[in-house]
């Protein structure tokens, strides 16, 4: 688990997380749930689920995680000349970097072994309504890959 890429919190944040959606972790990676019917929550790892704890134990969990929003914009600008981001638009992929030289972000198929830079074929100028889409490049699934 790379800790940079999350936010560490107590149980009683991770409940109200919970409540919003978010997917919780441990520091082992495994995730937990919460199954709202027993009021017992899980945790899993490897597809395998535990055995739960109860609320009261899980809030005084003080080594809970959730994932760090992810802003392209500033992946961007710490990491110009590189494919950082990437979102899925119908069936397709497409990365998204910096281009330092002409100072533009720009884009191109995942599956394109291309540089950053918007003066070749198969790279052009992003539109900003993409970056809301956007997911680090390190977490794209491998079959979009292929």
């Given at each position: 688990m790379n800790l940079d890429k999350f936010e560490k919190i107590d149980g009683r944040e991770a409940l109200r997380r919970f409540a919003d959606g978010e997917v919780v972790y441990g520091r082992d990676s495994g995730s937990w749930t919460l199954n709202e019917n027993d009021k017992v929550i899980?945790?899993?790892?490897?597809?395998t689920s535990t055995a739960g704890v109860t609320l009261n134990d899980f809030i005084k969990?003080?080594?809970?995680?959730?994932?760090?929003p992810f802003d392209v914009r500033q992946a961007m600008l710490d990491r110009p000349n590189e494919w950082v981001g990437a979102f899925k638009q119908g069936e397709y992929w497409f990365k998204v970097g910096f281009d330092r030289t002409e100072y533009c972000a720009v884009l191109t198929a995942l599956t394109y072994d291309v540089k950053v830079d918007v003066s070749l074929d198969?790279?052009?100028t992003v539109c900003s309504d993409r970056f809301e889409k956007c997911i680090p490049i390190e977490d794209v699934p491998e079959e979009a890959t292929r």
């Open positions: 899980y945790h899993s790892k490897f597809g969990n003080k080594n809970l995680y959730v994932k760090k198969k790279v052009h």
